[in-house]
């Protein structure tokens, strides 16, 4: 795995690479990232992700169903699959939803500043084989249900779940 990331500006052009410690340290240095989100087409729940305590950022709260940098050469939608598949084991055909530039600090940690761009699935993989130096536990887990949990228990969720999830409700009411 690369150990760089793609710096972008606001409107997610690349303007060069830093190494993932770079781009995590400090203040931080805004870089192209990606959050996938799966849904179950037969229950509409959503496949959710504890981080591994081995992350760097974050480790335990839960997040979407995926999620990472985008690298040099790779196109979104590729790269969004086959992280998907690293993490969680399957794939499934996913496109792009939006993006959102976030920054969020994790102190003592570091910090995340992405241009984050969604990607959505649906899938009801048979079966789910979780890399455990990324992901802790899983489960799937209804829209109402994630979005009280997320209320009650803020802090453990990762800040890009949050925004995200609200961009994806946003857009489906519209």
């Known amino acids: 795995m690369s150990s760089s990331v793609l710096l972008s500006d606001e409107n997610g052009m690349v303007l060069g690479e830093a190494s993932v410690d770079e781009a995590h340290s400090g203040k931080g240095?805004?870089?192209?990232?990606?959050?996938?989100?799966?849904?179950?087409?037969?229950?509409?729940?959503?496949?959710?992700?504890?981080?591994s305590a081995k992350k760097r950022l974050w480790p335990l709260v839960w997040a979407n169903s995926c999620c990472s940098h985008l690298r040099r050469g790779e196109e979104v939608v590729e790269a969004g699959g086959k992280r998907l598949w690293e993490e969680m084991g399957f794939t499934c055909p996913l496109?792009?939803?939006?993006?959102f530039v976030y920054r969020a600090e994790d102190p003592p940690r570091g910090v995340e500043y992405e241009y984050d761009t969604?990607?959505?699935?649906?899938?009801?993989?048979?079966v789910i084989t979780p890399n455990p130096d990324e992901v802790a536990q899983w489960k799937w887990i209804s829209l109402a249900d994630l979005?009280?949990?997320?209320?009650?228990?803020?802090?453990?969720?990762?800040?890009?779940?949050?925004l995200g999830l609200a961009i994806i409700l946003r857009n489906s009411a519209s």
Not at 95 to 99: D, E, I, L
Not at 118 to 126: C, E, H, M, S, Y
């Open 118 to 126: 969604i990607l959505l699935g649906k899938a009801n993989p048979d």
């Open 95 to 99: 496109y792009v939803a939006s993006s």
């Open 29 to 51: 240095l805004l870089h192209r990232a990606f959050s996938v989100f799966v849904f179950n087409p037969e229950t509409a729940e959503m496949l959710i992700q504890h981080r």
């Open 147 to 162: 979005q009280q949990d997320m209320k009650l228990h803020p802090l453990s969720y990762a800040p890009w779940f949050h």
